[in-house]
C-alpha cells in the first residue's frame, strides 16, 4: 500500500468539510458474503432475470423459491461487520464521514455505525440505495415485517408469503426493473455533488445510477479514491487508487485520519 498517497487522502479527509463513503460488495466480501462479478460470485450461479420485479409479479412462487435458494446458499451464515465497516464508522464516530451510501442490502453498515454511534459524535448518514434484506414489505399495502420471518414463512411452505391484505410480501430490496428509491437517490446525488472527499469502496462501478455517483462527484471536483481490488471505470479519474483489501486500506486510513 503506498504509504505516501495513504497519508495524503488522510490529510484531505482531515481538512475536508464532508467525506462520503460510497460501497459495494466488496466491502462486505471479507465478511464471507460473495460479491456479484467475482469468481465464484452471485452472477455465476444465478441469473439476474430470476429476480427482477417482472418475475416477482408475474410469477411470486417461483420468485420466492428461488429467492429461497439465493438466501441459502450464499447469505446462509451469520455474517458481522469486519474492520473495514468498523474503520468507517469510527470515522464517523471522530466526525469525519458525512454519508455512507451503500449498494449492499446487507445491513451490515448500519450494525458497525449503530456499534459506535452517540449522539455527540454526530450522525453519518447511512443510505442503502439497494434496499435492505432484513426487511420485507407487501408489495400492495406496504406493510413491514422483519426479513427472517418472510423467509422462516416461505422456508415452511407459505410460498409466497403472504399478507394479510392479500398482498405478497417482497424482500426489501430493489428488484431489477424497479426504480431506486428516489428520496434516497436525490438524497445520495447531493452529498456526492457536495462532498470533498468521495471513497469509492469495493464495487465494480458497473451499475448505474449507483456508479455515476463518483463520476458526478469527481466531475464537480471532489477528490476521488477508490479502494478496490480490480480495476473500475473510475480509475483514472480518482487521484488515489488502492489496488489493495478493503480491510488493510480502511483501517490504515482510519489510524491516519485519527493520528494527527
Ligand atoms: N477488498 C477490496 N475489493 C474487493 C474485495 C476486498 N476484500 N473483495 C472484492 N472486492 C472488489 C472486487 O474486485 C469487485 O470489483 O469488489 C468489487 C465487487 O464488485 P461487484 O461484485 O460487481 O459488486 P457491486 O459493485 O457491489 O455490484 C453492484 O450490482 O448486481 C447488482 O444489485 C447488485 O448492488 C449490486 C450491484
Redesign the pocket.
Known amino acids: 500500500m503506498d504509504e505516501q498517497d495513504l497519508e495524503a487522502l488522510a490529510d484531505e479527509i482531515r481538512r475536508a468539510d464532508a467525506t462520503v463513503a460510497f ?5 462486505s ?2 465478511s464471507g458474503i460473495p ?4 469468481d465464484g ?3 455465476e450461479r444465478f441469473e ?1 432475470g430470476q429476480f427482477t420485479y417482472g418475475r416477482f409479479r408475474s410469477d411470486p412462487v417461483g420468485f420466492w423459491r428461488d429467492r429461497l435458494e439465493l438466501q441459502r446458499e450464499l447469505f446462509g451464515g451469520e455474517y458481522e461487520p469486519n474492520a ?1 465497516h468498523e474503520a468507517l464508522a469510527d470515522l464517523g464516530r471522530s466526525g469525519h464521514l458525512a454519508a455512507v451510501i451503500t ?3 446487507d445491513g451490515l453498515h448500519e450494525e458497525a455505525h449503530e456499534e459506535v454511534r452517540a449522539p455527540a459524535d454526530g450522525e453519518t448518514a447511512i443510505l442503502e440505495l ?1 434496499g435492505n434484506s432484513q426487511r420485507a414489505a407487501c408489495d400492495d399495502c406496504g406493510f413491514r415485517i422483519d426479513g427472517d420471518e418472510a423467509f422462516e414463512r416461505a422456508e415452511t411452505g407459505e410460498l409466497p408469503p403472504t399478507c394479510d391484505c392479500g398482498g405478497v410480501f417482497k424482500p426489501d430490496v ?1 428488484l431489477f426493473g424497479e426504480r431506486l428509491p428516489p428520496a434516497v437517490l436525490q438524497r445520495s446525488r447531493r452529498l456526492a455533488r457536495e462532498s470533498d472527499v468521495f471513497l469509492a ?7 448505474e445510477p ?1 456508479a455515476s455517483l463518483p463520476r458526478n462527484a469527481a466531475a464537480r471536483g471532489a477528490t476521488l479514491a477508490v ?4 480495476p ?1 471505470p473510475r480509475d483514472d479519474d480518482a487521484e488515489y487508487v488502492f489496488r ?4 488493510d486500506v480502511l483501517p490504515a486510513l482510519r489510524s491516519a485520519v485519527e493520528s494527527a
Do not use: K
Open positions: 460501497t459495494g460488495a466488496g466491502i466480501a471479507p460479491t456479484f462479478r467475482d460470485g452471485v452472477w439476474e473495514a449498494q449492499n442490502t439497494h430493489v469502496i469495493g464495487s465494480s462501478l458497473a451499475v449507483a479502494i478496490n481490488l480490480e473500475t489493495e483489501d478493503v480491510t
